[in-house]
């Protein structure tokens, strides 16, 4: 694992070959995509891709459904980032290097982060193709992005998570959204390592304490985001039934093409989300 002060030189450099590439002022909000999900399906306007592998130091994805390119643009008036290329635990990095986009996000100036997910529904309402308001989170990941040696350049050592996902934020946006009627649940997702899908007994286990949707990323993103004061809202869209609760099995292709299916409804939900988001 690399330690502290590479972590913090790493994104310095990355945000400096960013800021001469790029016109004008940095990003108010960063938005990470969820698999199968992609920035083609928002109303940017004055887009610029930059492919992940032009960025110093931002590690590249290597799953199906997560294209490695952020473009950075205009949506609802406001200046953004669509983070694409996620990466995960399960590739494994270690949760430090995974997260260094969410650093770089806060560096480019971002006061605000949508991070989004595809997850699998647990509680019975949670039906595939609707999204899901994460209220809260379980990391089940057995790891943590703070992991390592510290520096104060990264932020707080034991960082506060008992309001993870701004709770004001959600309280401007539930009304509207509601009122757009693309079924906006909240619930609580629980991380597991994976990659492999759950089985039914887990699933059992996972209701028992508390879990609503189950994925394998962005718990690790939120923690940092919180470490370097950004405020977070975290949204899945349910891909399909988790294991045991569907008619039947799981595959990788089903929550890629769920994505691509909600993709119309999900462009609405996320212009509203940043026009309300909390920017300085
Ligand atoms: N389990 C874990 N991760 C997932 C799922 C699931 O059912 N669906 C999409 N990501």
């Known amino acids: 694992m690399i330690d502290a002060a590479s972590l913090s030189r790493r994104v310095h450099e990355a945000r400096e070959a960013l800021e001469a590439r790029l016109p004008g002022e940095g990003p108010q909000v960063g938005l990470i995509l969820g698999s199968g999900l992609s920035a083609g399906s928002l109303p940017l306007e004055d887009a610029v891709e930059v492919p992940v592998e032009e960025i ?11 294209r490695g390119v952020w473009t950075f ?29 969410v650093r770089l996000i806060r560096a480019l100036g971002a006061d605000a982060l949508i991070v989004t997910n595809a997850a699998g529904g647990i509680r019975p309402d949670l039906t595939p193709g609707t999204l899901m308001r994460i209220r809260d989170y379980l990391n089940l990941l057995g790891d943590s992005p703070l992991v390592g040696d510290h520096d104060e350049s990264l932020g707080a050592r034991f960082v506060d998570l008992t309001e993870a996902y701004d ?11 509601g009122a757009m009627a693309v079924g906006l649940g909240e619930g609580v997702y629980a991380a597991c390592l994976g990659p492999q899908y759950e089985t039914p007994a887990e699933i059992d286990h996972l209701e028992r304490i508390g879990a609503d949707a189950v994925g394998m990323s962005t718990v690790p993103e939120v923690i940092v985001a919180r470490q370097v004061g950004l405020a977070v809202f975290g949204m899945s869209l349910i891909s399909n039934a988790a294991a045991g609760r569907g008619d039947g099995t799981l595959s990788h292709d089903e929550v890629v093409e769920a994505g691509r299916a909600a993709m119309a409804h999900w462009g609405e939900v996320v212009t509203h989300l940043v026009r309300e988001a909390p920017v300085g």
């Open 56 to 66: 110093p130091h931002l590690p590249a994805p290597t799953v199906v459904g997560h």
């Open 73 to 101: 643009g205009r949506l609802a008036g406001r200046r953004v980032v669509v983070a694409g290329g996620r990466v995960h635990r399960y590739e494994g990095l270690s949760l430090r290097e995974g997260t260094l986009g």
């Open 167 to 177: 709770a004001a934020w959600w309280e401007r946006v539930r009304g509207p959204l």
